[in-house]
């Protein structure tokens, strides 16, 4: 029997905020938006700002409503993460009365609103710059500027529009309406293809483009309803494939899987796998007994390799395999959601699963589960494609060379002195144990990883952080004793690219210390290295660090190279340092370290550059001395500093999602937990801005501003 999940809070509204129907929710970053209607004072329309871990009410917005009553509630948030769409309409969405509100994330504060004399019934903000409205009557689709509301063109129809998506190859906007499915082109509207169904279907529920790993792109979009699965060539809309689900003529709706290699449909309380390719079933998944079901509504949402369901008042969450994992009954008014489908939205960054319908939301803990593949940047194509790369979340690695360091490693370049000079003379008298001795504590702080090369990038680690040595025409990795030669990177990466699952990751190298770099040759042999092992794996500096996934997606790169340096002609895939901002902490204290990372976050925000967060504490003397004590909790190598910072740095993150976009993320001694972690402020889709009235007025920020406004970050570490 499946699990239950666990309630870890209940929100119900008064009077002061209160909703007499809370009908739409959405996730962004930690907090959760709710919408809704009261009846009060000839109407209000409420939108109502949640902490999702705890379901405190962080702020709320109040405004005069411009329809009578609510039928239909929808939202979306735009492209850029800054602005909440909320549309309503009266007569559940057919003729009637309807209007479209955007909020500010950044304030909380109306942008504008507009009133339409007919239902809303699908609005789409996939496109920066532009709103998609589709109505219930014959007025069709129009388009909205999505930060004025100006009207930009529409586009009639002859009969109700069910839903709107988009696609990407070829661009259009897509259009589901009874029995028919369209193509629109995006800035015009005029129509690219109309297709008749096979069939009489009344109900096309929802069209989506789905993308499939490994770097292929099929060009088709999938419509559904009355009980059955349309694949359509989107160049053109041709029905290529049809399946019936064989559970009657009944709605279908869609969700996506992580890799894009499957279509989850629901249809009548049963859930289907659909393979992307030719829409054959994989598997089915009754949620309910037939004889329990008594509505036909439901909501699916997918999060990494989960599936949450909301139908017959309950919440199921699935696995890829099409298993309950666990389920739910939330109590709710029937009479209020005639579809039997809850307000359903997950929140990857708190772990919890919000649902919401009438005066009343619950927030549902879920298991955090990392995707079962690693390669997230691919399962994660549809929500950050179009994310510049410097706003997407990426866990990285500081001294990402280090993991081949042992007890017996030579004294690299950058030790301090005298510790060279030391083991030359111990070397040279032929006092090996002395040598192995110091060699073992050096090593205990000299070790920031434990995984190779080629393991991080297969756990997730995108970004690495490279210190290389240069000896008589030898190139090691170095931190403070010698560890892999450069040739182990090459080959690395390059075995991890062969990998056909790994192929559209996206990897940056930062090479960002130069250690007895004598003469340009040098730094020549290096990139030589690179060119030859990498070759059209290179990513050029023309791009940019706003160039999105997609973008890199058109071309044959996937690896940005940087150096703190600069090099000789013929090597333009070098990106310079002003590309990118790694800030050193310089600290031994996690407070400071707290303060530190806040600080740069905060100055950082808007610049166009990458920004590496360094979350790691860095040893003096003093500290290492300490770890000798015997029977102390001091910590004795950089593996105990990560188990005291990196807890922590896993909340900060969490916490200043909606501050700014987090980038790269760097700790010592990096791990599953935090790699989840990193990458699930994507899967949230988190928001770049912390609420203005957050910021005024949380006390302890204030004071860590004031704290450390002034620091100074360097680029060692």
Same mark, same amino acid.
């Given at each position: 029997?499946?699990?239950?999940?666990?309630?870890?809070?209940?929100?119900?509204? $008064?009077?002061?905020?209160?909703? $007499?129907?809370?009908?739409?929710?959405?996730? *962004?970053?930690?907090?959760?938006?709710?919408?809704?209607?009261?009846?009060?004072?000839?109407?209000?329309?409420?939108?109502?700002?949640?902490?999702?871990?705890?379901?405190?009410?962080?702020?709320?917005?109040?405004?005069?409503?411009?329809?009578?009553?609510?039928?239909?509630?929808?939202?979306?948030?735009?492209?850029?993460?800054?602005?909440?769409?909320?549309?309503?309409?009266?007569?559940?969405?057919?003729?009637?009365?309807?209007?479209?509100?955007?909020?500010?994330?950044?304030?909380?504060?109306?942008?504008?609103?507009?009133?339409? @004399?007919?239902?809303?019934?699908?609005?789409?903000?996939?496109?920066?710059?532009?709103?998609?409205?589709?109505?219930?009557?014959?007025?069709? *689709?129009?388009?909205?500027?999505?930060?004025?509301?100006?009207?930009?063109?529409?586009?009639?129809?002859? @009969?109700?529009?069910?839903?709107?998506?988009?696609?990407?190859?070829?661009?259009?906007?897509?259009?589901?309406?009874?029995?028919?499915?369209?193509?629109?082109?995006?800035?015009?509207?005029?129509?690219?293809? @109309?297709?008749?169904?096979?069939?009489?279907?009344?109900?096309?529920?929802?069209? =989506?483009?789905?993308?499939?790993?490994?770097?292929?792109?099929?060009?088709?979009?999938?419509?559904?309803?009355?009980?059955?699965?349309?694949?359509?060539?989107?160049?053109?809309?041709?029905?290529?494939?049809?399946?019936?689900?064989?559970?009657?003529?009944?709605?279908?709706?869609?969700?996506?899987?992580?890799?894009?290699?499957?279509?989850?449909?629901?249809?009548?309380?049963?859930?289907?796998?659909?393979?992307?390719?030719?829409?054959?079933?994989?598997?089915?998944?009754?949620?309910?007994?037939?004889?329990?079901?008594?509505?036909?509504?439901?909501?699916?949402?997918?999060?990494?390799?989960?599936? =949450?369901?909301?139908?017959?008042?309950?919440? =199921?969450?699935?696995?890829?395999?099409?298993?309950?994992?666990?389920?739910?009954?939330?109590?709710?008014?029937?009479?209020?959601?005639?579809?039997?489908?809850?307000?359903?939205?997950?929140?990857?960054?708190?772990?919890?699963?919000?649902?919401?319908?009438?005066?009343?939301?619950?927030?549902?803990?879920?298991?955090?589960?990392?995707?079962?593949?690693?390669?997230?940047?691919?399962?994660?194509?549809?929500?950050?494609?179009?994310?510049?790369?410097?706003?997407?979340?990426?866990?990285?690695?500081?001294?990402?060379?280090?993991?081949?360091?042992?007890? =017996?490693?030579?004294?690299?370049?950058?030790?301090?002195?005298?510790?060279?000079?030391? #083991?030359?003379?111990?070397?040279?008298?032929? #006092?090996?144990?002395?040598?192995?001795?110091?060699?073992?504590?050096?090593?205990?702080?000299?070790?920031?990883?434990?995984?190779?090369?080629?393991?991080?990038? !297969?756990?997730? *680690?995108?970004?690495?952080?490279?210190?290389?040595?240069?000896?008589?025409?030898?190139?090691?990795?170095?931190?403070?004793?010698?560890?892999?030669?450069?040739?182990?990177?090459?080959?690395?990466?390059?075995?991890?690219?062969?990998?056909?699952?790994?192929? $559209?990751?996206?990897?940056?190298?930062?090479?960002?210390?130069?250690?007895?770099?004598?003469?340009?040759?040098?730094?020549?042999?290096?990139?030589?290295?690179?060119?030859?092992?990498?070759?059209?794996?290179?990513?050029?500096?023309?791009?940019?660090?706003?160039?999105?996934?997609?973008?890199?997606?058109?071309?044959?790169?996937?690896?940005?190279?940087?150096?703190?340096?600069?090099?000789?002609?013929?090597?333009?895939?070098?990106?310079?340092?002003?590309?990118?901002?790694?800030?050193?902490?310089?600290?031994?204290?996690? @407070?400071?370290? !707290?303060?530190?990372?806040?600080?740069?976050?905060?100055?950082?925000?808007?610049?166009?550059?990458?920004?590496?967060?360094?979350?790691?504490?860095?040893?003096?003397?003093?500290?290492?001395? !300490?770890?000798?004590?015997?029977?102390?909790?001091?910590?004795?190598?950089?593996?105990?500093?990560?188990?005291?910072?990196?807890?922590?740095?896993?909340?900060?993150?969490?916490?200043?999602?909606?501050?700014?976009?987090?980038?790269?993320?760097?700790?010592?001694?990096?791990?599953?937990?935090?790699?989840?972690?990193?990458?699930?402020?994507?899967?949230?889709?988190?928001?770049?801005?912390?609420?203005?009235?957050?910021?005024?007025?949380?006390?302890?920020?204030?004071?860590?501003?004031?704290?450390?406004? !002034?620091?100074?970050?360097?680029?060692?570490?």
């Amino acid at each position: 029997m499946a699990d239950s999940f666990v309630v870890e809070w209940t929100q119900t509204w $008064d009077s002061t905020h209160g909703s $007499d129907a809370m009908l739409a929710i959405a996730a *962004v970053g930690s907090n959760y938006y709710l919408s809704g209607f009261n009846f009060d004072s000839g109407g209000v329309f409420i939108v109502s700002l949640l902490q999702a871990n705890t379901g405190a009410l962080k702020d709320y917005i109040k405004f005069p409503a411009l329809i009578e009553t609510i039928g239909r509630n929808l939202s979306a948030v735009s492209a850029d993460l800054q602005t909440l769409y909320i549309a309503a309409s009266d007569r559940r969405g057919g003729a009637g009365k309807g209007c479209v509100h955007a909020i500010d994330l950044r304030t909380l504060e109306l942008k504008w609103s507009l009133p339409f @004399d007919a239902g809303v019934t699908a609005i789409c903000s996939d496109v920066p710059g532009s709103l998609y409205v589709g109505f219930g009557e014959t007025k069709g *689709v129009i388009r909205l500027d999505a930060g004025t509301g100006a009207f930009l063109g529409s586009a009639p129809s002859p @009969d109700r529009v069910y839903s709107l998506a988009t696609t990407s190859n070829p661009a259009a906007l897509l259009v589901g309406r009874p029995s028919r499915a369209s193509a629109l082109d995006l800035g015009t509207l005029a129509t690219l293809w @109309d297709t008749s169904l096979s069939g009489e279907c009344t109900s096309t529920a929802d069209l =989506f483009e789905v993308n499939i790993a490994g770097g292929v792109t099929v060009n088709q979009c999938y419509a559904g309803g009355n009980g059955q699965v349309w694949m359509l060539d989107a160049a053109n809309g041709a029905v290529q494939k049809t399946q019936d689900l064989g559970v009657g003529q009944h709605p279908v709706f869609f969700a996506m899987d992580g890799e894009f290699k499957s279509i989850y449909a629901g249809c009548y309380a049963n859930v289907f796998s659909l393979n992307a390719l030719d829409v054959a079933i994989l598997w089915r998944q009754l949620l309910v007994p037939e004889a329990k079901i008594t509505t036909t509504g439901m909501r699916l949402v997918s999060s990494f390799d989960d599936l =949450f369901v909301s139908a017959v008042g309950n919440i =199921f969450q699935l696995t890829v395999a099409g298993e309950i994992l666990r389920s739910t009954p939330v109590t709710f008014n029937v009479n209020a959601s005639p579809s039997g489908a809850l307000g359903l939205a997950v929140s990857s960054s708190s772990g919890t699963i919000v649902c919401c319908d009438l005066n009343q939301s619950y927030g549902l803990l879920r298991r955090p589960v990392f995707p079962r593949t690693r390669a997230w940047m691919t399962a994660l194509r549809r929500r950050i494609g179009n994310v510049p790369l410097r706003n997407v979340a990426m866990p990285g690695t500081h001294d990402s060379g280090s993991y081949a360091i042992n007890a =017996f490693s030579p004294a690299g370049l950058d030790a301090p002195p005298p510790l060279p000079e030391i #083991y030359a003379a111990l070397k040279s008298l032929g #006092y090996v144990l002395p040598q192995t001795a110091i060699g073992a504590v050096i090593a205990n702080w000299s070790v920031a990883q434990g995984w190779a090369f080629g393991e991080q990038l !297969k756990r997730g *680690v995108r970004y690495l952080d490279l210190r290389l040595q240069a000896d008589g025409g030898k190139y090691n990795f170095v931190h403070g004793l010698v560890s892999a030669p450069l040739g182990d990177l090459v080959a690395q990466v390059a075995d991890f690219y062969a990998r056909k699952e790994y192929e $559209d990751e996206v990897v940056i190298l930062h090479f960002n210390h130069f250690y007895n770099f004598s003469s340009p040759s040098d730094y020549e042999a290096v990139a030589g290295a690179l060119q030859k092992g990498l070759g059209s794996l290179l990513i050029p500096p023309t791009v940019g660090a706003d160039v999105t996934l997609n973008d890199i997606w058109k071309t044959s790169g996937r690896v940005i190279v940087i150096f703190d340096a600069a090099v000789g002609d013929g090597y333009d895939f070098i990106w310079s340092s002003s590309a990118i901002s790694s800030p050193w902490p310089n600290t031994t204290s996690v @407070d400071m370290l !707290k303060g530190i990372l806040y600080t740069n976050l905060v100055t950082h925000r808007g610049a166009s550059n990458f920004l590496v967060l360094q979350g790691v504490l860095t040893p003096d003397g003093g500290m290492i001395a !300490k770890g000798f004590i015997p029977f102390s909790s001091n910590p004795g190598s950089l593996w105990d500093l990560g188990v005291m910072v990196n807890p922590q740095l896993m909340k900060w993150i969490v916490e200043w999602s909606h501050l700014s976009p987090i980038n790269i993320v760097i700790c010592d001694w990096m791990n599953d937990f935090a790699i989840e972690n990193i990458v699930g402020l994507n899967s949230a889709a988190a928001s770049p801005h912390m609420m203005l009235s957050e910021i005024h007025s949380s006390a302890v920020e204030r004071h860590v501003m004031a704290a450390y406004a !002034k620091v100074v970050g360097g680029s060692g570490g």
